[in-house]
């Protein structure tokens, strides 16, 4: 994940200004105006409008993860069963297909396509499969009680995955309700683990085993653990102790695995970095930690 940039950490600007501008129409609207000169975190659906006003538009696969929360201790996804069917149920790929515009994949995984540890093993995960997602509600005994997917709207894509989740999980046989929250709600929600089923997403972790110490630990002391595991915490724990490559490839390949039987959250995809910027702004290159870095950046007049 080097590149000339990161090497040569020059500065070439005196000064940078940081505006926040929470309305994305807004923020778009200043870029185009020629009042940023750069704007993180550009909407995929946004690309082609950026390029027609003659921005540039710079885009790499992102460390950022995108996933569905499952709540294990719920009296009915404590199931596996349960879980299994919610796991038949969702296609991924075509929910990120849908929500980055094609342009990123799905990925299950704790380990981003943009790891140098990732490898097609790690896509391994129940297939979309609703015949046998209902199969699966026969043998867990469901009799249609409500599932309620919370979400919110300050951000976008977490309320249209959730929609997209929703519209699945109902066609597959489950009684799923959309709980649409204002994002302090539903982050407290996330933080007290009172919620059945969450729209989320975890900010970029440059290593696989910071990403799985996020959602692994014991619900009884910590309420925001997704997956509470003895074996599971064995496993990263090692991941932690080795420096070993190979080791650590071969203990997240048994991570996901486990992650794949056990079905404690549901990985969706990558969010990929996207970054518009004034074609005034020269040597400016995205990084898969989506945030900005302006090392051997200069703007022209």
Wanted: avoid cysteine; glycine fraction near 6%.
């Amino acid at each position: 994940m080097r590149d000339e940039n990161e090497a040569s950490r020059e500065a070439y600007v005196d000064e940078v200004r940081f505006m926040v501008i929470p309305d994305t129409a807004a923020a778009e609207t200043a870029l185009f105006a020629g009042e940023l000169d750069v704007l993180p975190d550009l909407e995929s659906s946004r690309v082609e409008e950026a390029k027609s006003r003659g921005m540039t538009v710079l885009s790499t696969q992102d460390l950022s993860w995108t996933a569905i929360l499952l709540q294990t201790k719920d009296p009915l996804l404590s199931h596996a069963k349960m879980r299994e069917a919610l796991a038949h149920a969702t296609d991924i790929n075509q929910i990120a297909a849908a929500r980055t515009n094609g342009v990123a994949t799905g990925d299950p995984s704790a380990v981003a396509q943009a790891s140098s540890f990732f490898d097609d093993e790690f896509l391994k995960w129940p297939e979309y499969d609703p015949v046998k997602a209902k199969a699966l509600l026969d043998e867990a005994g469901y009799k249609g009680d409500p599932i309620k997917i919370q979400t919110n709207t300050r951000y976008q894509g977490m309320y249209e995955n959730a929609v997209l989740l929703q519209a699945m999980l109902t066609a597959a046989g489950f009684n799923a309700q959309l709980e649409v929250l204002d994002w302090a709600a539903q982050l407290g929600n996330y933080l007290a683990g009172k919620f059945q089923i969450q729209s989320f997403g975890y900010s970029a972790r440059l290593d696989p085993s910071l990403m799985y110490g996020v959602i692994l630990g014991d619900k009884a002391t910590d309420p925001t653990a997704q997956w509470d595991s003895k074996e599971a915490l064995d496993l990263y724990t090692k991941s932690m102790a080795t420096t070993d490559p190979a080791q650590r490839k071969a203990l997240f390949k048994q991570l996901h695995a486990l992650m794949a039987k056990h079905v404690p959250i549901l990985g969706l995809y990558y969010e990929p970095s996207v970054d518009a910027v004034s074609p005034k702004v020269k040597g400016y290159s995205v990084w898969p930690a989506a945030n900005p870095r302006v090392w051997g950046v200069w703007k022209s007049e």
